[in-house]
């Protein structure tokens, strides 16, 4: 009982020392962390006092710095503005001294004409007294004195006066006469283009002999469909690989000769494939046209035509007159034109535009009643050509009166481009005339859908819609043409009239 007392005791009291202790040991740390708080913070103050004292010092370098650009500018300024202000006074003083010297000379010229008024009365007071003079002494007026001078002096010098007034006219019209010669073939020698006449056939190579059956067909029906589609004559003769393209008209001949090279490519030649290839072949030609036309206009250096306007002188590059290609003519003209308004001082712009439109009524003569320039006249009109290129080129064939020099100058350049050695043919302007001519009476007769003159003009063939004319009708149209064109046509030997009616059926199976 004894030891478990003692043993109590020993713990309790092993225990308050253990607090003790501890609260001794917490107060010590305690006392620790405060000492190393307050020497944080003093530390804080310190660095805190070393960077404001930087900040201070560096404040007051920037105001320092800022104060002495400051001073700089202030004293740039008004070292500026003294010079400015010293410029002015210099300018100042330069005025004054010219208005003095200006009032000085002002004064002088008004002295200098006083006395120059004095001297002038003063002389009209001495003429006035000596013509007093002389009229007392004459007898005669002012106005008879002089009219009685210029009697004895044309008297006198009457026949030298009519001598020199001959030579001056001599000299002057053999001047201009020869000044006429150098400008005209100063141009034409400038001037200097190929001529060549166009043909009226064209051939096609053929890659096998055995092709030329193909294109004839079954029957004949694919050259048959091929000449119906392009208006043009296929000649197969014994010329080995080759098949030739008869026609008078080069557009069809031009669509014909395309059609035929695509479809001998594909080798597939049947009557839908030929009315295909035509109608792209056509295609193509309308796009070389529009390509002729607005080539040609550049050639010339004309750029404000309208569009339509070149369409349609595009359509020219297939059109001749006399055997003369008429775009190239129209291309040569305007050349011709320009240069010769260029020598002789008139508008070379006008004169150029004027030539290349001069024949553009050929293009549509064929479809629209009345004379080429007349035609060409409406057409301008309608697409708002200039006037001056209107009066330019509507005199060339003497229609109308030559309004401007341009006008005259496009006349003179028109004989020079179709009076040059070999530019043109009469006869075949002829033969092409009497081949439109053919197909024109054809195509008055009702029922007539398409035309075409072959063989040289000894073959018109002509197609006919089925539903307007029957066979019998047919016999009778044939009769009917064939007596328009002996009494309307001169030609030698005879005219075959063809007419073909074909009734196509078309059905499909579905």
Do not use: C
């Amino acid at each position: 009982m004894t030891q478990l007392i003692l043993i109590l005791a020993i713990a309790t009291a092993a225990g308050i020392a253990g607090t003790g202790l501890g609260w001794f040991l917490r107060f010590i740390t305690a006392l620790g962390r405060k000492g190393s708080t307050e020497l944080e913070i003093k530390e804080m103050l310190i660095s805190a006092r070393e960077e404001a004292e930087k900040i201070i010092r560096e404040a007051q370098q920037e105001s320092k710095e800022s104060v002495k650009k400051s001073s700089d500018k202030i004293e740039e300024d008004e070292d500026r503005l003294q010079k400015m202000e010293d410029r002015l006074v210099r300018r100042e003083t330069i005025l004054d001294k010219r208005q003095i010297d200006l009032d000085e000379e002002e004064e002088e010229i008004k002295t200098s004409k006083i006395d120059l008024e004095d001297k002038t009365k003063k002389i009209d007071e001495v003429l006035i007294k000596k013509m007093n003079e002389l009229s007392l002494i004459t007898n005669l007026s002012e106005e008879e004195a002089k009219e009685e001078l210029l009697n004895i002096i044309d008297k006198r010098y009457e026949e030298d006066l009519l001598i020199r007034i001959q030579k001056l006219e001599r000299t002057s019209k053999e001047k201009m006469e020869d000044r006429a010669k150098e400008i005209l073939s100063t141009t034409i020698q400038r001037l200097a283009n190929p001529v060549s006449s166009d043909v009226f056939s064209s051939s096609v190579h053929l890659p096998k002999e055995d092709v030329k059956g193909k294109i004839i067909g079954k029957e004949g029906r694919n050259i048959k469909t091929f000449e119906k589609e392009t208006g043009v004559e296929i000649v197969i003769d014994e010329s080995p690989d080759t098949i030739m393209l008869s026609s008078f008209n080069p557009v069809r001949r031009e669509v014909a000769r395309l059609a035929m090279e695509r479809l001998i490519a594909d080798g597939r030649i049947q009557p839908a494939k030929i009315e295909r290839e035509v109608e792209k072949a056509k295609n193509e030609v309308n796009n070389i046209i529009k390509e002729q036309g607005e080539s040609a206009a550049f050639k010339v250096k004309i750029f404000n035509l309208d569009p339509k306007i070149m369409l349609i002188l595009g359509r020219l590059h297939f059109r001749t007159s006399y055997g003369q290609n008429v775009l190239q003519h129209s291309i040569e003209v305007a050349h011709l034109a320009g240069m010769i308004a260029e020598e002789i001082g008139a508008d070379p712009q006008i004169a150029r535009a004027g030539g290349l439109v001069h024949d553009i009524g050929k293009a549509v003569d064929h479809e629209v009643a009345g004379t080429h320039v007349e035609i060409g006249r409406r057409i301008l009109q309608k697409f708002g050509a200039d006037e001056a290129v209107i009066k330019a080129m509507q005199s060339h064939h003497d229609e109308y009166p030559y309004e401007t020099i341009e006008s005259v100058i496009v006349q003179v350049a028109d004989s020079i481009s179709g009076s040059r050695p070999g530019a043109r043919r009469d006869s075949v302007d002829n033969y092409l005339k009497r081949l439109e001519d053919l197909e024109e009476i054809a195509n008055s007769f009702k029922g007539v859908s398409k035309t075409y003159a072959l063989q040289a003009g000894r073959e018109i063939r002509i197609f006919v819609t089925p539903e307007d004319i029957n066979d019998v009708e047919s016999k009778d149209l044939a009769h009917k043409i064939a007596k328009r064109i002996e009494n309307e046509l001169s030609y030698p030997g005879e005219i075959k009239i063809t007419i073909i009616r074909e009734t196509r059926v078309i059905e499909y199976a579905r």
